[in-house]
């Protein structure tokens, strides 16, 4: 439909970036990109913006108007809940009140969908689709499967114990494994598991942690490349993630839950 103009809202800047990337090589120039701090790459004949939810969330609520010719707003990871989604939900159920003819789309591969569907007060029946998608095949590998599953050496396999160890509950208390432990039995999968040109990823929960597994996986030689993944991180490295790897080098992305977002990571 040529009269389509619509936002799509990723939480991250980068999962917003990737997409506007990706479908830019169908259409062109009628994607565009719109972030914080003025950042804009757009032209005259776009008619899809791509930008974070914090963003839309801010342009919704001081510049509602700016949406009055828009026909479809897409949220997608609305199963977050952070508070830049909640916001926006609230924003976009009194824009539809103002502008009935806009359609507002959620979109999760975990949405609650009769939750929203009360929220926005239409039938869960018929407002909602399921969208099927290609899945490949994922093997699930627990602590004290290790050894066996992996063919890791012996001494991973203590190790393994070690972070199952400190996960049982005793008696009434319990703690959770220690970061070192589990670091290190990071580092012996990827050096069991990694081949030339393959890619790793390993989710962790901060900075601290990306720097301690950056240094580990350093001392296993020069054919590991880390590429960390987190908001601290200036936003082109981070892109680097989706180059290309002509040197045959294993390479182990080192995320937050920023890599959670809707890209795909090659």
Known sequence: DARARMFVSQPRRIAARSLCDRVRQTLGDQCGLRLGHGERDESPRTRIWFCTTGYLARLVAAHSGSLARHTHVIVDEV???????????????????ANPTIKIVLMSATVCVDLYAGYFGVDPATASMHVGARRFPVEEVYA???????????????????VIEQSTPKGKKSR??????????????????????????????????ILDLTDKIASLGSSYATIPIHSDIPFDEQLSVFGANPGGLIRVILATNAAESGLTIP
């Open 176 to 209: 959770p494994p220690q970061s070192s432990t589990q670091l290190n039995l990071v580092k012996a999968i990827v050096r069991a598991v990694g081949t030339p040109g393959a890619s790793i990823l390993v989710f962790v929960p901060g900075m601290a942690d």
């Open 79 to 97: 199963h977050e809940r952070s508070v830049d989604t909640e916001i926006l939900c609230l924003l976009l159920r009194r824009l539809i009140e």
């Open 144 to 162: 004290d499967d290790l050894a066996d599953r992996l063919r890791l050496p012996n001494g991973v396999a203590a190790v393994a114990t070690k």
